[in-house]
């Protein structure tokens, strides 16, 4: 299923809005919500790669934009910080509700402390990964620092926050004064995955240093060497998300699960939204992307189709020939197989006018690694002739194809 736009009441009657990311194949092994940075929103690129990391790995998420931001009602100017943890304890409603209640919720920043505080209140809530947060609420008043007095003095001030103006009342500062995360911590008993960058120039290093600090085990640190706060580098988006969804694992009951497999029932589903090219595979119960490279207009998080055919028969080709020398009882300490695919056109060919003269070459080196005589060698390059994906890639191959459409 793709994702969902969904509509959800927070604790003052407005209306949020969320989309809900589901995995390609697969029942959920569990639901996670995605709570997004101060005046951010839930289409930020750092927090939809996050988001298909964890979905690869069978986590679906519902991100959701804050009070009065995005697509959600409201009036940011009215919004606090209590106000954000009530908003996420509502998107955790929602998926209780409607579909499974969450065990992992993901916060970036400021939304990061919140994720803490409303984790502490929801008890299907099993573990907490924080992205750049600050260790106490408070910390965001120096994005605000040039009008502080200001915001004192007149009750409210118009801030430029990311190059976009938001109005902040005084009732926003006091609210973050009452909001102590090291109070929340000491009775905090969640796993919780700390995430940071010691290049941070929004919230410094040290803030994920005071959380990890007083926060009980089982807890987890990882450094996002040389990001930005924001994780505008596509690369540390996705880096943090697949470590996100790789630690959560640890955390989260996903034995016993009802595979639910897609009307199709195939071994091997792929799925491509509206933009770009990266595409999610899952291979069996495997999760992984395709791409294809920046100047073909992708973004190069994973191999691309001919890369993946290349790997294919590669990995089919090892697996033969240590399958055979294991038999045989031959010392084979390492195959490696190198590949390179391209087309060429064929030297003699009947019907050239009506027929596609070109010709798909695999340029494939074998390289053992051991202590093997020549007749031996000889005898594996004939094996190796015979892997499955070889003599599939040298038949003629027949594809059957069917197209529908689905309201989903």
């Given amino acids: 299923m793709p994702s969902l736009k969904v509509k959800f009441t927070n604790k003052n009657n407005y209306q949020l809005s969320g989309s809900i990311e589901f995995p390609i194949t697969n029942k959920p092994h569990a639901y996670a919500v995605f709570a997004h940075v101060f005046t951010g929103n839930k289409n930020l690129s750092a927090t939809r790669n996050i988001s298909r990391a964890l979905t690869l790995n069978g986590i679906a998420v519902l991100r959701f934009d804050f009070t009065g931001l995005g697509e959600s009602e409201g009036d940011f100017t009215d919004s606090t910080f209590t106000g954000n943890v009530d908003d996420i304890v509502a998107a955790c409603d929602y998926l209780a509700t409607n579909y499974e209640a969450p065990k992992v919720i993901v916060g970036h920043s400021l939304g990061g402390a919140a994720s803490i505080f409303a984790a502490s209140k929801i008890e299907s809530i099993k573990a907490v990964a924080t992205i750049g947060a600050p260790s106490e609420p408070k910390h965001v008043k120096h994005l605000l620092r040039s009008k502080i007095d200001e915001?004192?003095?007149?009750?409210?001030?118009?801030?430029?926050?990311?190059?976009?103006?938001?109005?902040?009342?005084?009732?926003?500062?006091?609210?973050?004064?009452?909001?102590?995360?090291?109070?929340?911590?000491?009775?905090?008993?969640?796993?919780?995955?700390?995430?940071?960058?010691?290049?941070?120039?929004?919230?410094?290093?040290?803030?994920?240093?005071?959380?990890?600090?007083?926060?009980?085990?089982?807890?987890?640190?990882?450094?996002?060497?040389?990001?930005?706060?924001?994780?505008?580098?596509?690369?540390?988006?996705?880096?943090?998300?697949?470590?996100?969804?790789?630690?959560?694992?640890?955390?989260?009951?996903?034995?016993?699960?009802?595979?639910?497999?897609?009307?199709?029932?195939?071994?091997?589903?792929?799925?491509?939204?509206?933009?770009?090219?990266?595409?999610?595979?899952?291979?069996?119960?495997?999760?992984?992307?395709?791409?294809?490279?920046?100047?073909?207009?992708?973004?190069?998080?994973?191999?691309?189709?001919?890369?993946?055919?290349?790997?294919?028969?590669?990995?089919?080709?090892?697996m033969t020939l240590q399958m055979y020398a294991r038999r045989k009882k031959w010392s084979i300490e390492e195959v490696r197989v190198h590949l390179e695919y391209n087309r060429s056109y064929k030297d003699d060919c009947e019907n050239c006018s009506e027929q596609d003269r070109r010709l798909d070459v695999f340029e494939r080196e074998i390289e053992i690694i051991g202590n093997?005589?020549?007749?031996?060698?000889?005898?594996?390059?004939?094996?190796?002739?015979?892997?499955?994906?070889?003599?599939?890639?040298?038949?003629?191959?027949?594809?059957?194809?069917?197209?529908?459409?689905?309201?989903?």
């Fill in 151 to 318: 915001i004192e003095k007149e009750g409210k001030a118009r801030v430029n926050i990311g190059g976009q103006e938001f109005v902040i009342k005084k009732e926003f500062l006091q609210d973050l004064e009452n909001n102590s995360m090291l109070e929340v911590l000491k009775d905090f008993r969640k796993a919780l995955l700390v995430l940071h960058s010691p290049q941070d120039s929004i919230v410094d290093i040290d803030n994920a240093a005071n959380i990890y600090h007083h926060a009980f085990h089982p807890k987890s640190f990882i450094t996002l060497n040389n990001a930005n706060h924001m994780l505008t580098n596509k690369e540390d988006a996705y880096y943090a998300g697949n470590v996100i969804s790789s630690w959560v694992n640890r955390y989260i009951d996903i034995g016993g699960v009802e595979q639910k497999k897609l009307r199709t029932h195939r071994q091997v589903v792929a799925r491509l939204g509206s933009d770009g090219f990266t595409t999610d595979i899952i291979a069996g119960k495997h999760g992984f992307v395709a791409d294809e490279s920046e100047d073909l207009g992708g973004q190069d998080f994973g191999p691309s189709p001919y890369e993946l055919l290349s790997a294919a028969l590669g990995a089919c080709t090892v």
């Fill in 372 to 408: 093997l005589k020549q007749e031996q060698l000889d005898r594996l390059l004939q094996i190796a002739d015979r892997c499955p994906v070889h003599k599939t890639l040298e038949s003629t191959s027949k594809i059957n194809t069917v197209i529908h459409q689905s309201q989903e």
